[in-house]
């Protein structure tokens, strides 16, 4: 499954930019001293971003393993990327997998982005060259593809929270049934007409149900029997 959207998502790009950055960074300082370029790829296999690389560094500049460069299976043919991106699950590619001969020497390990809803936006790869292979950096990919899918989820749900609870306030003020909300540890977040109506009123729960007074005179007595 794949977005509808723009590939590169306002949605992801706030994630990456406020908590997914740090993972990038530390997914590229680890595979880097394996000698792999990290790339980030938008959902049509458009390399957004590219960091580390070592050894490989200028050698993937050549390879076109920079940003820009498209590595979709239309443009490329069978590659980590492109591949990753259509089957949305982790992939490896290593020599002669590649469809092209001119990356015959080369491993790739990726793995997709996924939404709140499961659709891939994004792919996170590592390459360099088949010498290099390794199963440690396969995992750092795949971890921090996680990592990046994670925060994905977590916005979405906190932007689903928001408009969840305009809807609540909204019914809750069209009710004709006394109705409040209340939030731990029992404050009063909102009171409909019909509640104040009743006289409920107050920041905290035992206010606006009017136990206030009660709880006193039970403190008052019992503190009264000990004298």
């Not at 908590?19 to 595979?31: D, N, S």
């Not at 390399?47 to 490329?76: C, N, P, T, Y």
């Amino acid at each position: 499954p794949r977005s509808t959207l723009f590939p590169y998502t306002t949605l992801f790009r706030s994630a990456i930019e406020s908590l997914g950055a740090g993972a990038l960074e530390r997914a590229a300082e680890r595979v880097s001293e394996s000698d792999f370029v990290l790339l980030l790829a938008d959902s049509d296999g458009l390399v957004v971003r590219s960091d580390g690389g070592g050894g490989f560094q200028r050698e993937a500049k050549r390879k076109r393993l920079i940003e820009g460069a498209s590595w979709s299976e239309a443009h490329r043919g069978t590659n980590a990327i492109g591949t990753a991106a259509l089957m949305a699950q982790p992939t490896v590619v290593l020599g002669h997998a590649h469809y092209a001969s001119n990356y015959h020497q080369l491993a790739c390990y990726a793995a997709p982005v996924l939404d709140a809803h499961g659709r891939v936006v994004a792919v996170l790869d590592a390459t360099s060259r088949l010498e290099n292979a390794s199963r440690r950096v396969a995992a750092t990919v795949s971890a921090a593809a996680q990592v990046l899918s994670e925060l994905l989820r977590l916005e979405a749900y906190a932007n689903a929270g928001s408009t969840v609870l305009g809807a609540l306030l909204r019914t809750l003020d069209r009710s004709a049934e006394p109705a409040l909300i209340i939030e731990p540890p029992g404050h009063v977040v909102r009171v409909n007409d019909a509640a104040r109506a009743l006289g409920i009123r107050g920041h905290k729960i035992e206010h606006a149900l009017g136990l206030r007074d009660r709880k006193s005179t039970r403190l008052n007595s019992s503190h009264e029997s000990h004298l």
